[in-house]
């Protein structure tokens, strides 16, 4: 592992700049002169602007997709929180490379490049060659008695996200969806969406990956207990600090995801979140940074009840709503070919001018 | 054009069979044994168990896609309820052989084979070889004088959805979206949807291809002297007679998609509807025969006020909200991809047991 660098967080709170707003405006031009009643294809007009925008007015080199998906395990399992055994988060892993999983299926379909990449998985993947090896650590510490990460580890997660976006710009990825993998990290997205939302943490916390009720129950008064230990008021930690959220009550996962939200911002890459977790990890990034919005996408509205929550701080409006609460990247990854319709609307559609059709009466 | 016979209607009622409950059961019992969460895709895992039901069992042979686009004309143009002009009915059909409309563009990226049928266009396009001729008359009759159809040309236009259904099925065509071009069919769509779920004019009719306010209330008020005319007490004239509803205030392109979503059911294929007019054809098709609904999607929800009442009557959730209120069965097309997902999900995912991953704790 690369050994965290100190000028990393200030690295990625630099150059990242927001697109031109010329590119929204000319494109919305062109959209009004296609053979349609104006605005009549909705949100594909809205994401085909942005696309334009992010792509600096030039739509004519094909969306170079991929998909990240980001394993580690999380300390506060131990405290009862999940339906599933640590040990799935080391057996998914192998599912992905086993290209049995719902990710593999989906991104094999839509085009998308899988990348698996352990950030931090409670076990020894050292003899398997397609993973992508950035552990920082095995797990991340329960967050129920201490800080999830220290500062190096934190540090460290974050470059391995902002790193891979990176290396995603120099293989000319344009359009990336941001996925994981980790039993126990929605326990990690209800405690830091109840901190950045300031909702209840029964309001934000949900069954995952299949909680009964009593189990739920358990859940929120741990999500509780851990907004208790680490931001009570004599904390002095507020949502106004999110790279310290991330550190305390984030996993590694989350802070991978944070930094590759950033590095892609960084490089005008458009990056799609996916559900409740790799949202979280947006809008930590989007609290770093507001400009990262500008490159951001959600892919879909998770069934878990504190997604919302986030695209609204976000301001995003979901592209699906169906309901899916199983991560991986999946809900990113299916809103891809609704982003490839609305840009092959755009390019291919005829004006009203070149089809010869009458305009509107008024 | 074939004359109709009057055993159209009969023939239309017959042999219409839901698919057999055993394949729901054994759908929803492969996607519990899948590496996820159970139920954690959401409604993808429906619309699998779905089609796996309407295919009978058997998914390995490829959905085979397609897309119906019925045009025509409507005489209620005649009183200004449409932001565009007749023309552009049309217009449209030349952009849409001219491969220059949206549908054109989704339709080829999604792989549905597009038929553009003619079907009461007022105009004469005997010239154009790759239009699909089945012209009733040359647009239906204004309903604010007088019934938009009679008898022989409903049976036509049924008649003509219904053997296309027909073709469809010989051609092993498995997924069809149903799609329309009709300047003033917001109109006739509007007094369906009130006649049938007893909403009042103003809740249920929009602005079309883009009316501003005065004119929509306009709108509303033709769409409330059609009502007046037709479905007052006294015309003895109800919700339960669809039939006679098509006739007198649907449309050529109307009455020709409720033959197909008939004719499809009962062929046992997957019909997706589209926006607001291409849902009032197949609303009416379900009040006709309930078991539609079995072999039916809804594609999307329309940004038009009144499909969510359609969709409520039909109890269908949509696929997309996208805000999309274009037609041409543009909103069908752009869910096929993510029932496709739904399929290979179902059909490629390991199980818990093949990959060997821990089930859940209780």
């Known amino acids: 592992m690369t050994v965290a660098s100190p000028a990393v967080l200030t690295e990625l709170l630099q150059d990242i700049v927001a697109p031109d707003p010329k590119w929204l405006k000319q494109a919305r031009a062109h959209l009004d002169s296609l053979t349609k009643p104006r605005g009549s294809l909705g949100r594909l007009e809205d994401i085909a602007a942005r696309m334009f925008a992010i792509r600096n007015g030039d739509l004519s080199v094909p969306l170079k997709r991929a998909v990240y998906v980001f394993a580690a395990d999380h300390g506060i399992v131990a405290e009862g929180v999940s339906a599933y055994p640590k040990e799935v988060t080391r057996q998914m892993v192998l599912n992905f490379l086993a290209i049995g999983a719902a990710i593999n299926v989906l991104a094999n379909l839509h085009q998308a490049e899988l990348t698996v990449v352990d950030v931090g998985v ?135 995801m944070t930094g590759m939200v950033l590095g892609a911002a960084r490089h005008g890459i458009a990056a799609i979140a996916d559900g409740f977790i790799s949202t979280a990890a947006a809008t930590l990034a989007y609290a770093i940074n507001p400009t990262v919005k500008e490159y951001l996408f959600a892919g879909h509205r998770s069934d878990e009840p504190g997604h919302r929550f986030l695209l609204e701080y976000l301001g995003l409006d979901p592209i699906l709503d169906l309901e899916m609460r199983l991560g991986e990247g999946t809900g990113a990854v299916l809103a891809m070919p609704i982003i490839e319709s609305a840009l092959e609307v755009y390019k291919q559609m005829a004006t009203f001018a070149s089809a010869g059709i009458s305009g509107a009466l008024t």
Chains 1, 2 share one sequence.
């Open 122 to 256: 409670d076990a020894n993947f050292e003899q398997l060659p397609r993973l992508l090896h950035k552990k920082v650590r095995r797990g991340s510490r329960n967050m129920l008695h201490g800080d999830a990460m220290t500062e190096d580890e934190l540090n460290s997660a974050l470059q391995v996200g902002f790193e891979l976006a990176s290396a995603a710009h120099e293989q000319q990825q344009t359009l990336i969806a941001i996925g994981e993998m980790g039993i126990g990290n929605t326990t990690s997205a209800s405690v830091i969406t109840a901190v950045l939302t300031h909702q209840p943490a029964a309001t934000v916390t949900g069954k995952g990956t299949g909680l009964d009720q009593s189990a739920r129950d358990r859940k929120i008064s741990v999500v509780e207990a851990v907004i208790g230990k680490h931001f009570a008021l004599r904390s002095g930690i507020s949502a106004s600090d999110p790279i310290e959220i991330l550190r305390r009550v984030g996993g590694l996962e989350i802070a991978a």
